[in-house]
Nanobody, 126 residues
Framework: EVQLQASGGGLVEAGKSLRLSCAASGLLFADYNIGWFRQVPGKEREGVSCISSTYRSIVYDDSVKGRFIISRDNAKNTVTLQMNSLKPEDTGVYYC???????????????????WGQGTLVTVSS
Protein backbone atom coordinates (compact mmCIF):
# COMPACT_ATOMS: atom_id res chain seq x y z
CA GLU A 1 0.00 0.00 0.00
CA VAL A 2 1.32 3.39 -0.99
CA GLN A 3 1.48 5.86 1.87
CA LEU A 4 2.48 9.51 1.82
CA GLN A 5 2.76 11.36 5.08
CA ALA A 6 3.12 15.13 5.17
CA SER A 7 4.43 16.79 8.30
CA GLY A 8 5.96 20.02 9.53
CA GLY A 9 3.01 22.36 9.46
CA GLY A 10 2.23 24.83 12.19
CA LEU A 11 1.47 28.41 13.12
CA VAL A 12 4.08 30.96 12.10
CA GLU A 13 4.27 34.73 11.74
CA ALA A 14 4.48 36.34 8.34
CA GLY A 15 8.04 36.57 7.10
CA LYS A 16 9.16 33.44 8.92
CA SER A 17 9.97 30.00 7.56
CA LEU A 18 8.64 26.46 7.79
CA ARG A 19 9.90 23.20 6.39
CA LEU A 20 7.44 20.56 5.30
CA SER A 21 8.39 16.95 4.77
CA CYS A 22 6.72 14.18 2.81
CA ALA A 23 7.67 10.64 3.72
CA ALA A 24 6.71 7.91 1.26
CA SER A 25 6.43 4.16 1.55
CA GLY A 26 5.02 1.30 -0.48
CA LEU A 27 6.38 2.53 -3.82
CA LEU A 28 9.65 2.65 -5.71
CA PHE A 29 10.17 6.25 -4.70
CA ALA A 30 12.82 7.08 -7.28
CA ASP A 31 10.32 6.36 -10.09
CA TYR A 32 7.76 8.91 -8.92
CA ASN A 33 7.24 12.61 -9.34
CA ILE A 34 6.25 14.31 -6.10
CA GLY A 35 4.09 17.39 -5.84
CA TRP A 36 2.96 19.71 -3.08
CA PHE A 37 -0.52 21.16 -3.13
CA ARG A 38 -2.47 23.39 -0.79
CA GLN A 39 -6.11 24.03 -0.12
CA VAL A 40 -8.06 26.54 1.88
CA PRO A 41 -11.77 26.20 2.71
CA GLY A 42 -13.98 27.34 -0.13
CA LYS A 43 -11.24 27.23 -2.73
CA GLU A 44 -9.96 24.61 -5.09
CA ARG A 45 -6.79 22.78 -4.30
CA GLU A 46 -3.84 24.39 -6.07
CA GLY A 47 -0.44 23.12 -7.05
CA VAL A 48 2.49 24.66 -5.21
CA SER A 49 5.51 22.79 -6.47
CA CYS A 50 6.63 19.59 -8.15
CA ILE A 51 9.89 17.71 -8.45
CA SER A 52 10.36 14.94 -10.95
CA SER A 53 11.67 11.50 -10.16
CA THR A 54 15.23 12.23 -11.26
CA TYR A 55 15.38 15.88 -10.19
CA ARG A 56 15.44 17.05 -13.83
CA SER A 57 12.19 18.92 -13.60
CA ILE A 58 11.22 21.32 -10.82
CA VAL A 59 8.16 23.51 -11.05
CA TYR A 60 6.85 26.25 -8.79
CA ASP A 61 3.61 28.14 -8.84
CA ASP A 62 4.21 31.82 -9.53
CA SER A 63 2.91 32.69 -6.08
CA VAL A 64 5.81 30.90 -4.37
CA LYS A 65 8.67 31.36 -6.81
CA GLY A 66 11.75 32.74 -5.09
CA ARG A 67 10.40 31.86 -1.64
CA PHE A 68 9.86 28.08 -1.63
CA ILE A 69 12.41 25.40 -2.42
CA ILE A 70 11.55 21.79 -3.13
CA SER A 71 14.07 19.00 -2.83
CA ARG A 72 14.11 15.24 -2.54
CA ASP A 73 16.26 12.51 -1.08
CA ASN A 74 15.61 9.30 -2.96
CA ALA A 75 17.74 7.34 -0.49
CA LYS A 76 15.39 8.37 2.35
CA ASN A 77 12.13 8.41 0.36
CA THR A 78 11.45 11.97 1.37
CA VAL A 79 10.63 15.27 -0.26
CA THR A 80 11.08 18.56 1.54
CA LEU A 81 9.41 21.90 0.89
CA GLN A 82 11.34 24.76 2.44
CA MET A 83 8.98 27.71 2.76
CA ASN A 84 10.60 31.08 3.37
CA SER A 85 9.21 34.60 3.67
CA LEU A 86 5.80 33.19 4.40
CA LYS A 87 2.74 35.30 3.75
CA PRO A 88 -0.77 35.04 5.20
CA GLU A 89 -1.99 33.91 1.78
CA ASP A 90 0.22 30.83 2.10
CA THR A 91 -2.15 29.58 4.79
CA GLY A 92 -3.80 26.28 3.99
CA VAL A 93 -3.64 22.53 4.31
CA TYR A 94 -0.62 21.25 2.42
CA TYR A 95 -0.68 17.85 0.77
CA CYS A 96 1.99 15.85 -0.94
CA UNK A 97 1.12 13.57 -3.82
CA UNK A 98 2.87 11.24 -6.23
CA UNK A 99 2.51 9.93 -9.76
CA UNK A 100 4.63 7.54 -11.73
CA UNK A 101 7.14 9.25 -13.99
CA UNK A 102 6.69 7.93 -17.51
CA UNK A 103 9.34 10.32 -18.75
CA UNK A 104 7.44 13.59 -18.77
CA UNK A 105 8.44 14.61 -15.26
CA UNK A 106 6.29 17.35 -13.82
CA UNK A 107 4.67 18.02 -17.20
CA UNK A 108 2.49 15.01 -16.34
CA UNK A 109 0.16 16.65 -13.87
CA UNK A 110 -0.68 14.86 -10.65
CA UNK A 111 -4.39 14.20 -10.49
CA UNK A 112 -7.08 12.91 -8.11
CA UNK A 113 -6.48 9.28 -9.09
CA UNK A 114 -2.81 9.42 -8.14
CA UNK A 115 -1.38 8.82 -4.68
CA TRP A 116 -2.20 11.38 -2.03
CA GLY A 117 -1.28 11.76 1.59
CA GLN A 118 -3.06 13.42 4.46
CA GLY A 119 -2.36 17.08 4.75
CA THR A 120 -0.55 19.23 7.24
CA LEU A 121 -1.95 22.60 8.26
CA VAL A 122 0.09 25.74 7.74
CA THR A 123 -1.19 28.95 9.29
CA VAL A 124 0.60 32.21 8.67
CA SER A 125 -0.45 35.10 10.86
CA SER A 126 -0.10 38.71 9.80
Amino acid sequence: EVQLQASGGGLVEAGKSLRLSCAASGLLFADYNIGWFRQVPGKEREGVSCISSTYRSIVYDDSVKGRFIISRDNAKNTVTLQMNSLKPEDTGVYYCAANYDYGLGCRDKIGPSDHWGQGTLVTVSS
